[in-house]
């Protein structure tokens, strides 16, 4: 199952609301992940199963859809929310990732 | 705490062996299976594979399939991922992650394994 993000970078500024896209080259019904990762850093868990706010993330993130198409909204950024974002389809092996989108936060 | 602890940088030549490790610590070890997956320079990330350290039970990628080995000891609470003869293209950094469920998401990441292969 391919996995197609969108943007692949983008620029904002803090207090902004941001949306990144997923998408599914077929259906995943609702297992989608997503991820945020600094440089340097391993990837840490945000949101899981589209919409499940993994412990400890703030509650300005958001997720949702269902089938093959997802969103990840980042709403009040903040400068420490500059980082890559990727999502995963954990609906079946192997399981793939998205290519990324990098946040950058003027 | 949960902690997945992996081993450190590796600088190794093509052909040569190397088994990396990942030592899971502040949870029952064998109720999650443990993945790898792989990140190339200035890259994104890519499942390589994973166990049940109950049973040692292992899916591959396909494209990883034949090329790595992934098992585990579950007496000391480590996975590990190996290869046979390594390629320049093998260089990457490597992680450890904790499955949430078998077939969820990875909530508890390594810190990285930085594999340098070159002549």
């Known amino acids: 199952i391919q996995m197609t993000q969108s943007p692949s970078s983008l620029s904002t500024s803090v207090g902004d609301t941001v949306t990144i896209t997923c998408r599914a080259s077929q259906y995943i019904n609702i297992f989608l992940n997503w991820y945020q990762q600094k440089p340097g850093k391993a990837p840490k868990l945000l949101m899981y199963e589209t919409s499940n706010l993994e412990s400890g993330v703030p509650a300005r993130f958001n997720g949702s859809g269902s089938g093959t198409d997802f969103t990840l909204t980042i709403s009040s950024l903040q400068p420490e929310d500059c980082a890559t974002y990727y999502c995963?389809?954990?609906?079946?092996?192997?399981?793939?990732f998205g290519q990324g989108t990098k946040l950058e936060i003027k | 705490e949960v902690q997945l602890v992996q081993s450190g940088v590796e600088v190794k030549k093509p052909g040569e062996s190397l088994r990396i490790s990942c030592k899971g610590s502040?949870?029952?070890?064998?109720?999650?299976?443990i993945t790898w997956v792989r990140q190339m320079p200035g890259k994104g990330l890519e499942w390589m594979g994973r166990?049940?350290?109950?049973?040692?039970?292992?899916n591959y990628s396909p494209s990883f399939q034949g090329h790595v080995t992934i098992s585990v000891d579950k007496t000391i609470n480590t996975a590990y991922l190996q290869w046979s003869s390594l390629k320049a293209s093998d260089t990457a950094t490597y992680y450890c992650a904790r499955l949430k469920t078998v077939a969820g998401p990875f909530d508890f990441w390594g810190q990285g394994t930085l594999v340098a292969v070159s002549s």
């Open positions: 502040g949870y029952a070890f064998t109720d999650q299976w």
């Open positions: 166990i049940d350290p109950t049973d040692s039970y292992t």
């Open positions: 995963q389809q954990s609906y079946s092996t192997p399981s793939t």
